[in-house]
């Protein structure tokens, strides 16, 4: 194999030789009864903040944040997510693999809100993206929103494909967030029949901002518009 690759280089065939050397990727389509959201304590900290780092990471290329100088990203609202009773953390699982997080909290009016939705790359393009966002929307039933990056394109098929299959009464406008980033705002309500109650917190062995106020008329999204 190594002897191939390297006459493959040596004759200039670069590309061919890369290709080669790819992993295969896991494009089996995910089961729901195999994604699991779980409910995130005080015993999660540490993972939840590796999380964080990650998720920010992959955002920094649409929302342009800054390395500190000790080479993390800064997120401020970690410890609020752990206390804060309007505020809650999940942990997404797939097989009992850790694959990502969702945060949410409930805004004065009681809507609640999407404000983290981050699932790792091994397990993106299976559609576990969609069946955690889901079954996110499921812990409460009620009025919920969510805002979308403009320039993210992928999370915003997904998150609109989900609303329109679990929510009622959903609509979309173009907005700017508190922090002033261009968007797309969702609006809806997920029915009582359809709420669960989210798993219990784990033990210790174990493309969002906050949305802007809905405007007195309404306006279509214009132009490509981007979840959590």
């Not at 797309?184 to 709420?195: C, G, I, S």
């Not at 219990?200 to 309404?218: L, V, Y």
């Amino acid at each position: 194999m190594r002897r191939g690759l390297r006459r493959a280089i040596g004759q200039g065939r670069l590309a061919a030789a890369v290709k080669g050397r790819r992993p295969p990727v896991d494009e089996r389509s995910a089961d729901p009864a195999d994604v699991q959201l779980v409910r995130a304590g005080p015993d999660q900290r540490d993972v939840l903040a590796n999380l964080i780092q990650l998720y920010r990471h992959d955002l920094s290329e649409i929302r342009g944040f800054e390395l500190s100088d000790q080479g993390t990203y800064a997120y401020h609202h970690l410890d609020d997510y752990l206390s804060d009773p309007e505020r809650e953390a999940y942990l997404v699982r797939v097989e009992g693999r850790l694959a990502g997080l969702a945060t949410i909290h409930r805004l004065p009016d009681g809507v609640w809100q999407i404000s983290e939705f981050f699932v790792a790359r091994p397990y993106r393009r299976r559609g576990v993206g969609r069946i955690a966002l889901r079954k996110t929307f499921e812990t409460h039933s009620g009025r919920w929103t969510c805002f979308v990056d403009e320039l993210n394109d992928t999370s915003l098929r997904m998150c609109a494909s989900v609303v329109e299959e679990a929510g009622e009464g959903s609509r979309a406008h173009a907005g700017v967030n508190r922090t002033g980033f261009v968007g797309t705002v969702l609006r809806f309500a997920m029915p009582e029949r359809t709420a669960v109650e989210a798993p219990a917190a784990e033990e210790a062995s174990s493309c969002c901002g906050p949305a802007p106020a809905e405007p007195a008329a309404e306006a279509p999204p214009t132009g490509p518009v981007s979840c959590c």
